[in-house]
């Protein structure tokens, strides 16, 4: 059965910077593209970042510059390095396995002005 289980997130001044994770088991993480996505109270889940078995990457216009997805096949983990933060980032934000019906739990990311 895969699982997804994100951390990191909190609460963080405009400005700050915070380092998400999420850690998969049950499925072979190297050869899968994953994600993460957020939702913010009242809007609909949107994508934020993905990167693909080979490192490739894509990004939302609004965190290009901003966030960095990364990940490490040998701990089955993906990462979001977010910098700059701004209350409008604040949402709960979800890893995903592309294309799947594997989400995680969410974790919560609040950004104070």
């Known amino acids: 059965q895969v699982q997804l289980v994100e951390s990191g997130g909190g609460l963080v001044q405009a400005g700050g910077s915070l380092r998400l994770s999420c850690a998969a088991s049950?499925?072979?993480?190297?050869?899968?593209?994953m994600a993460w996505y957020r939702q913010a109270p009242g809007k609909q889940r949107e994508l934020v970042a993905q990167i693909s078995s080979g490192g490739m990457t894509k990004y939302a216009d609004s965190v290009k510059g901003r966030f960095t997805i990364s990940r490490d096949n040998t701990k089955s983990t993906m990462y979001l390095q977010m910098n700059s933060l701004k209350p409008e980032d604040t949402a709960v934000y979800y890893c995903n396995l592309i294309g799947s019906i594997y989400w995680g739990q969410g974790t919560q990311v609040t950004v104070s002005s």
């Open positions: 049950g499925t072979i993480f190297s050869i899968t593209t």
